[in-house]
């Protein structure tokens, strides 16, 4: 088996060993054709690309990794079919993964594609200080993360700018004439927590509202956590409650209906992402809406980018969030 | 590296022979410690498991497959949660695919399971009499159906008792004097869909009505073939919609909402699953409820078994789903 080179490859699947080592590095621009006769020819002789090329799948489907930190938000699956759209156009699959927000699945499942060898990994990373991706990068696998970023590590990443998001919401709720506003934060282990609330600071202070750190409290992203969040800046008397996320603002809603508080006639609410009231069934809200189906699909573009020019620098692409502004009469 | 043999793993890691088969055979109740010896061992020394064996996992990691049919119906996520916390309990890593219902997705990560060689795969069919799951038996990976039942493979499934639950519901309309009874049925290529309109011909039957096949129409599980189809329906005046998904329920509320027709004034509706309700911010509607984690726990349970008794004759597991009655007063 040791001795099986790319020319005996090339030599059975009838090709170039330029080809052979086209098909072995993931490369677009080779026929279907010829690309299931080097994958025949590989399995068959058992041919064991070298270590730099190991990363890559040497099987007929080539299959990309997505591990996601709440499948039950409806905001991951989203990204999930943009990722899937992207990867299946350039003939790859995709296999998903759940975290929970835990950063020991997190490792398992990165683990798991090592092990699978998987030509690549889009990662929304459940803390941006811990999430530890050493064991895809010392088998050469890219990473690309999607939603969040990873400090510490120079991985391309396809996010929203959610400073200038969560700061335009602010801006927002200060020209409706709001003036303590309280903030539903997520973990702040996560890049989208901090710089959402980042963006709240720079809203206030750009209206020359003070910051009160009383006004601001975390919750984990969840419906509960944000009702019980909301439910504690409530007591605090505020005339507008910024969500910034989706199931919190179902969750701050609830909070509201708790307390007998009708928004907008009693306080003044701004939430996060549409999805959950797309279904149209929902009171208008006005929501920061981010391009979730772009960023699934603009991650899986980037990784399949890394994976053909590993040595390019690493690239962060940042798509706007906008404010959708739907607001009942008072 | 032919020449490897079980001893031979055995002796590298320390342990018998006995516990290297047991490792291997992804059987329970080998101590975390010594089951990664063995792994260490197998991968170090490049041995190759006999075909029997070859299908199960010889990495640290043993790793299940899920496919399912939608990823971003609320209800396969919730069933992924209860595949995860089997599978994590039981040692086991789960990768998660998504197909939208396209046989020719769902056949190319059928052969991504084989090629990876799974231990195993829950699998949501998206056709009971197409899904071709020939690439996983084969090789001897075991399958086992969540929520559909495959027809012609004897294979295991874990599903809900539709039939039952759709007659139940049926008769409940029936009972609050409705008489023409719409259905919103779902794509006949699943068992669901299939199982579903039975039961509701069931329940006509047993209250003395007349089986209208002009008051069924099928709509695609998602929000807008559940409108299209309930607008449909409507035309023809029935004083009841059952409809038998939750998207589609979503979609009967906007088509009622577009005809200016209010439940349960103007007529009666009947929906399916409460996950969407669940946020609290639904008005209440009566709904089939199925046990949705439990059935991707169960399903998870039912691979894990069959893994380790690969012998034993097709189970099938069939849940209760119940009808819970919520209805605003007239």
Wanted: glycine letters at 8%; charged letters at 20%.
């Amino acid at each position: 088996m040791q001795n099986v080179t790319i020319g005996d490859v090339a030599k059975a699947a009838g090709v170039s060993p330029a080809t052979v080592s086209r098909v072995l590095n993931a490369n677009q621009g080779v026929a279907d054709e010829l690309r299931q006769r080097v994958v025949a020819a590989v399995d068959q002789l058992g041919y064991q690309p070298n270590s730099q090329a190991r990363s890559l799948r040497t099987r007929a489907t080539s299959v990309l990794g997505l591990i996601i930190s709440d499948i039950t938000n409806p905001f991951f699956p989203e990204i999930a079919r943009g990722v899937e759209d992207a990867a299946h156009a350039a003939g790859f699959s995709v296999v998903l993964a759940n975290t929970d927000e835990d950063l020991a699945k997190e490792q398992r499942y990165l683990e798991v594609a090592a092990a699978e060898r998987m030509a690549g990994v889009v990662l929304a990373p459940a803390s941006s200080a811990e999430t530890d991706i050493g064991v895809l990068r010392s088998r050469g696998i890219p990473v690309v993360t999607v939603d969040r970023r990873l400090l510490g590590h120079p991985v391309d990443s396809v996010t929203v700018d959610n400073l200038a998001a969560a700061r335009e919401a602010t801006l927002y709720l200060v020209g409706t004439g709001c003036r303590r506003i309280g903030f539903v934060g997520g973990p702040l282990a996560t890049t989208t927590a901090a710089d959402r609330l980042a963006g709240y600071r720079e809203g206030l202070a750009e209206a020359g509202l003070p910051f009160d750190p009383d006004l601001v409290a975390h919750g984990d992203y969840r419906i509960d956590g944000g009702r019980t969040a909301s439910k504690h800046l409530l007591q605090l008397s505020p005339d507008a409650l910024f969500v910034s996320n989706n199931l919190m603002t179902i969750g701050a809603i609830t909070a509201l209906d708790d307390a007998g508080l009708r928004h907008p006639h009693d306080i003044a609410l701004v939430g996060f992402d549409d999805q959950t009231w797309q279904t149209g069934l929902l009171p208008p809200l006005t929501l920061v809406t981010q391009p979730t189906y772009e960023l699934g699909k603009r991650a899986a573009t980037a990784l399949l980018d890394r994976i053909r020019t590993p040595e390019a620098p690493p690239n962060d692409v940042v798509l706007p969030a906008t404010l959708a502004v739907h607001e009942p009469r008072r």
